[in-house]
């Protein structure tokens, strides 16, 4: 069978299901609990593809972040010494408005 409709011939007609099949499952699998596979299914290709496109654009953005946010350097919440560090947004705040805790005073217990 050499011409086939559209020039899908029955070698090129498993790779192309196969393809669907794996855009499919990536759109149900990383939309995180939106879409099931029935809907995705039958949706128009032109939606399947653009929704596809979205979602790969969306992680490759994620994974462009949280590269960049490994080289800038790993913070840790405690110091070496073992101390908590309070987050530079606490510092400046706490600096500005200094607020000492003092407790409550001391009363004589009655039961009466």
């Known amino acids: 069978m050499g011409l086939a409709f ?3 011939t029955f070698d ?3 790779q192309v299901r196969a393809a669907l099949f794996k855009q499919i ?6 939309g995180k609990g939106g879409y ?19 979602i790969q ?11 960049n946010k490994g080289k ?4 840790t ?11 530079e ?8 408005h200094p607020q000492k805790f003092t407790p409550p005073p001391k009363r004589p217990i009655s039961y009466k």
């Open 72 to 75: 800038k350097g790993s913070q």
């Open 89 to 96: 947004l606490l510092q400046k705040s706490a600096n500005q």
């Open 12 to 14: 090129a007609a498993a």
């Open 77 to 87: 919440v405690i110091s070496s010494d073992g101390k908590i560090k309070t987050p």
């Open 36 to 54: 099931d596979w029935n809907t995705i299914y039958n949706m128009p290709v032109w939606l399947r593809r653009f929704t596809f496109n979205e």
């Open 25 to 30: 499952h990536e759109i149900v699998f990383h």
């Open 57 to 67: 654009k969306y992680y490759k953005e994620e994974k462009e972040v949280i590269e």
């Open 6 to 8: 559209f020039g899908l």
